[in-house]
């Protein structure tokens, strides 16, 4: 389930950039189709991450700042497309979509369970 999540969140990135493209290019209808793909994406990585953690018998502070990051995470992906579509300003969410989904991928790596857990 872990590759279901890596898979979902990788897909979930490249789609971000894919729907921010889209719409710098004045492509209105694709960027539409994009993002509302990427709003499925998002529930399937949320679904994903959660039956991860449901496998897990001890819930660490860890854990929970993992899960807070990973929907922050979403949380800045979809500020930055929405502001974008309205006019307003962006730089904020950019920064903090940047930050978190860096800290996000190393606390994920960090903990116990995943593709480097068979190291
Ligand atoms: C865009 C958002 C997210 C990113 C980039 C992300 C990234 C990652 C990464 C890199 C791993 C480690 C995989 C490995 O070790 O092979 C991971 C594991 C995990 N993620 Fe996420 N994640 C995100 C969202 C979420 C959400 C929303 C949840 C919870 C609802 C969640 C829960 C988990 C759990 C429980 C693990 C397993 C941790 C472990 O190794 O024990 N993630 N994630």
Same mark, same amino acid.
């Given at each position: 389930?872990v590759?279901?999540h ?7 990135i ?12 004045g492509?209105? %209808?694709p ?11 998002? +529930? =399937? !990585? *949320?679904?994903?991450?959660?039956? @991860? ?11 929970i ?5 990973g929907i ?13 579509k %309205?006019?307003?300003p ?5 920064i903090?979509?940047?930050? +978190? =989904? !860096? *800290?996000?991928i190393?606390?994920? @790596?960090?903990?116990p ?7």
């Open positions: 389930m590759h279901a890596i898979t979902s969140w990788a897909l979930g490249i789609l971000f950039f894919v729907a921010f493209s889209l719409f710098k290019s492509k209105e %209808k960027f539409k189709i994009v993002h509302m793909v990427l709003r499925l994406v998002y +529930v =399937l !990585i *949320v679904i994903t991450g959660i039956v @991860v953690v449901t496998g897990v018998s001890q819930l660490s502070a860890e854990y700042a993992k899960i807070v990051l922050w995470t979403i949380g800045a992906m979809e500020m930055v497309l929405v502001r974008s %309205k006019g307003k962006t730089r904020v969410f950019w903090q979509f940047i930050v +978190v =989904l !860096i *800290v996000t190393l606390l994920g @790596v960090r903990l369970l995943g593709l480097w857990s068979m190291y």
